[in-house]
């Protein structure tokens, strides 16, 4: 079956300064991973996704990250945190599932406070 | 272009009861989701839709819960009877006409329901 970690609950940046959100996942065949961004009361938005090519990608907002095949790892990274980026972020992965199916599956989510 | 509609925003209801939730996708958008999404937890798919058809409703507690996409357009989301369990956000989501893998999901904003 497959799965997403998220192994933080919270992580924590001053303004201006380099972020990080960890997402590690564990999928049978090749993965196709995305980030999503919930602010309070909304649905979710799609920041970015990798799908096959340059192991970096970039999306929404100044956003990008990095898929580590050897790591099965998708970090999300910025090179400068803003407080309006404080929110709540999921990684999901879709990829081949036993029964033919391809539910996506969502990580539980990382809130990230940004300080000014 | 419109978002992903969703109603009602709010509901309260006691166990025992029944509810339904409505879902209006982006105009073309083929695939649709119904997600739960429990507080403190990750979206998890409970239904997916090809126009009118069931992709997969392996997640479906189907005893109480129920969806349907006539027309191939908007859908509903039953519970019947709901218990506490269920309360949560319900999330609806479409996806790019055409709804493969490697396409980003859009999200409505989410139908919050609390069982007392």
């Known amino acids: 079956a497959q799965s997403v970690a998220q192994p933080e609950d919270q992580v924590n940046v001053a303004e201006g300064n380099p972020l990080t959100v960890k997402c590690t996942y564990s999928v049978s065949g090749n993965p196709y991973l995305f980030w999503y961004v919930q602010y309070p009361n909304r649905g979710l938005q799609f920041l970015l996704k990798?799908?096959?090519?340059?192991?970096l990608v970039k999306g929404s907002y100044g956003f990008e990250a990095e898929f580590n095949k050897s790591q099965t790892s998708f970090h999300l990274k910025k090179p400068s945190a803003l407080v309006s980026d404080s929110a709540l972020y999921f990684c999901?992965?879709?990829?081949?599932?036993?029964?033919?199916?391809?539910?996506?599956?969502f990580g539980r989510g990382t809130s990230l406070i940004v300080h000014p | 272009e419109a978002g992903v509609a969703q109603s009602p925003r709010y509901k309260i209801i006691e166990k025992r009861q029944s509810v339904a939730f409505w879902c209006n996708p982006i105009s073309g958008h083929a695939t649709l989701y119904w997600y739960q999404q429990i507080l403190g937890q990750g979206p998890k798919l409970l239904i997916q839709?090809?126009?009118?058809?069931?992709?997969?409703d392996s997640q479906l507690p189907k005893d109480r819960f129920s969806a349907e996409r006539l027309k191939g357009v908007d859908s509903t989301l039953k519970i019947q009877p709901a218990k506490l369990e269920d309360s949560a956000v319900y999330l609806c989501?479409?996806?790019?006409?055409?709804?493969?893998?490697?396409?980003?999901?859009?999200f409505g904003p989410g139908t919050r329901l609390t069982v007392l």
């Open positions: 999901a992965v879709r990829s081949y599932a036993s029964g033919g199916s391809y539910i996506p599956t």
């Open positions: 839709f090809q126009n009118n058809g069931v992709v997969d």
């Open positions: 990798y799908i096959t090519g340059d192991n």
């Open positions: 989501a479409s996806n790019a006409p055409r709804g493969g893998l490697s396409d980003e999901q859009f």
